[in-house]
Each structure stands twice: as C-alpha cells, then as structure tokens.
C-alpha cells in the first residue's frame, strides 16, 4: 500500500473503529483521525445537536468532512456508523484510500457497548440489531476489504497489517 493512501475504516456503532484506527495508526506511525470529532471541530456543533436540528444536518455535516479528511494523506480514519448511508461520502474516501469494514456481531456490541452514550443506539439494544439488519450490505458493498472483530485487539491487528502490507 503506498503510503500516501489513506486508511478508512468503516463499520457498526460500537464495532471498534476508533480504537482500532488508534491503535493502527500508531503500529503503522501514521495520523489518525475521528470522524466524529472532525464533524464537531468544522461545525462547532457537537454531533447530538447536530442529529437534535436533523439526521439530514448531521449527513451533510458528515459529508464535508468527508471531502477534508480525503484531501488528506497517509491517515487512519475512523468513519461515524452511517457514513455509508450516502454512497458519496464513500466515492470521496476511495479517491484517496482504502475501505475496511470492520465487521462485529450485534451480539458482542450490545454485550459492551453503553447503547446510551450513541446517538443512534438510544433507543435501546435491539436498535442494533436493526441497524446491522439495515446497513450490513451497504458496508459489504462499500468495503475494500472485510475484518472481523472477533478475536483480540492484537490479532485483529495483524490482520489488518498484513492486509495493508500486500495492497
């Protein structure tokens, strides 16, 4: 993979995205970037106010900082869980990067995720499942490249070392 090419990493609320980017980020020493917490810099909103004016503000929202984290180089960036709701925002990252789907069953988000701390999850528990229902094939089809999250945070690592190592 050249190094100019961005790492994006996609996937479920509570899937393991920031962590993981973190963590690459540093194994790999690159920048990493939250999504999320671009959104709140470029729009001095927090992500919840945001969602409080529309789902529509907060996509649109999310798609300019799309277009500036893409205009970026050689970054980890961790996507919000409905960045593939809008098939732009994902044509914008593959200009620049490489798709993963970080892929983690219902059952292990709701086993540790606190679903009220997520704008999207507040609804309770099975709003995951429904979510995952919903967006499973839009981040299959999205993805580059498929990783599971089901094994220790070191394993999976590795796999997404030597995936980058042979592109």
Do not use: W
Not at 53 to 65: L, W
């Amino acid at each position: 993979m050249k190094n100019k090419q961005n790492i994006i990493i996609i996937g479920m609320p509570g899937s393991g995205k920031t962590t993981f980017g973190q963590a690459l980020a540093q194994r790999l020493g690159r920048k990493f970037y939250d999504a999320d917490d671009v959104i709140v810099a470029q729009e001095g909103k927090t992500i919840p106010e945001l969602f409080a004016v529309s789902e529509d503000c907060f996509r649109d929202a999310e798609v300019r900082a799309s277009k500036a984290l893409a205009a970026k180089e050689g970054t980890v960036v961790a996507c919000g869980g409905g960045v593939i709701k809008r098939s732009e925002n994902i044509e914008i990252f593959k200009q620049t990067g490489i798709v993963f789907f970080l892929d983690r069953s219902p059952d292990d988000i709701v086993s540790d995720v606190d679903v009220s701390t997520r704008p999207l999850l507040k609804d309770g528990k099975k709003k995951v499942y429904d979510l995952y229902d919903e967006r499973i094939s839009l981040y299959r089809q999205a993805a580059d490249y498929h990783i599971a999250n089901d094994r220790t945070i070191e394993e999976v690592l590795d796999d997404f070392e030597a995936l980058i190592e042979n592109i």
